[in-house]
């Protein structure tokens, strides 16, 4: 049995003999069976305690009786929902994130309905994450998506994916995620191509950047993709040397007048004279 850090058991046992004779056998033994449901992680309520420690300002003590239910109860919904306590004591309370991420690990092993696995994985990926894993964090946030593909929040996932995959460097992948999200999820298809863009840009493919940027462009009728995607497509087209057209969609951009000054001034520097 766990220690009990109250006490309560310890204390019991000391003054047993005086409530034999005073209260009686079945008050002592009720009081024991109490003593034991409260202290023993592998009472059915265990994870109150773990509960009343937090609300009581002691994370660390409320982790150590919530690790202790997950070894020991025999109910395994009990042991899920302390493993999800516990992850959550840790991530939100102590700021670890890497010791909440490995008990949200164990719990998904215990998870067999594919909407919650999704969601776990998606609470992983973003540990994962926080704990400076990008490679692994993209890992877990596809698997969450590919899962349960029919989520609300499925594009979202493949979305932050891709993104994450970008940011690292991994070109490659992010290409591959972009163009999942637009044929999983039509509806994303001009923020899926907005991601293509990004990417043929940053590998020098500045023929198939703009012709993805235009392809966003023609694929929404959100004001802000609209005109990521003309200030995207005014890059690429003033680097291919179309100084008029770059200066037009730059116009269509609706830039802040600062900014559309400082790149318009530059590209009419260099029109040719007529």
């Given at each position: 049995m766990q220690p009990d850090p109250e006490g309560l058991l310890a204390v019991l046992a000391h003054v047993a003999p005086r409530f034999t004779t005073r209260l009686g056998m079945t008050t002592v033994l009720a009081l024991a069976i109490s003593a034991f449901i409260w202290g023993s992680p592998v009472s059915p309520?265990?994870?109150?305690?773990?509960?009343?420690?937090?609300?009581?300002?002691?994370?660390?003590?409320?982790?150590?009786?919530?690790?202790?239910?997950?070894?020991?109860?025999?109910?395994?919904?009990?042991?899920?929902?302390?493993?999800?306590?516990?992850?959550?004591?840790?991530?939100?309370?102590?700021?670890?994130?890497?010791?909440?991420?490995?008990?949200?690990?164990?719990?998904?092993?215990?998870?067999?309905?594919?909407?919650?696995?999704?969601?776990?994985?998606?609470?992983?990926?973003?540990?994962?994450?926080?704990?400076?894993?990008?490679?692994?964090?993209?890992?877990?946030?596809?698997?969450?998506?590919?899962?349960?593909?029919?989520?609300?929040?499925?594009?979202?996932?493949?979305?932050?994916?891709?993104?994450?995959?970008?940011?690292?460097?991994?070109?490659?992948?992010?290409?591959?995620?972009?163009?999942?999200?637009?044929?999983?999820?039509?509806?994303?298809?001009?923020?899926?191509?907005?991601?293509?863009a990004d990417v043929a840009l940053r590998q020098g493919r500045i023929q198939d950047a703009l012709t993805a940027y235009v392809r966003a462009s023609d694929h929404t009728f959100d004001p802000d993709l609209a005109a990521a995607a003309k200030f995207g497509s005014s890059i690429c087209l003033e680097r291919l040397g179309d100084l008029e057209e770059a200066l037009a969609d730059l116009d269509e951009a609706e830039l802040p007048s600062t900014v559309f000054e400082e790149r318009a001034e530059q590209m009419r520097d260099r029109l040719p004279t007529r």
């Open positions: 309520v265990a994870v109150w305690r773990g509960d009343l420690l937090v609300a009581s300002g002691r994370p660390e003590a409320a982790v150590e009786a919530y690790d202790a239910v997950a070894r020991s109860n025999p109910f395994q919904s009990v042991q899920q929902s302390a493993l999800e306590r516990g992850g959550n004591t840790l991530a939100m309370d102590l700021g670890d994130v890497h010791g909440a991420r490995l008990r949200f690990e164990l719990l998904l092993g215990l998870t067999a309905e594919p909407r919650q696995q999704a969601a776990l994985l998606e609470r992983i990926g973003g540990l994962l994450l926080a704990e400076g894993d990008e490679a692994n964090a993209v890992v877990r946030l596809r698997e969450a998506h590919d899962l349960f593909p029919q989520a609300p929040e499925a594009a979202d996932r493949l979305t932050r994916a891709a993104t994450i995959a970008a940011h690292a460097g991994d070109l490659v992948q992010a290409d591959r995620l972009w163009r999942r999200l637009g044929k999983k999820h039509p509806e994303r298809t001009a923020l899926a191509e907005l991601g293509r």
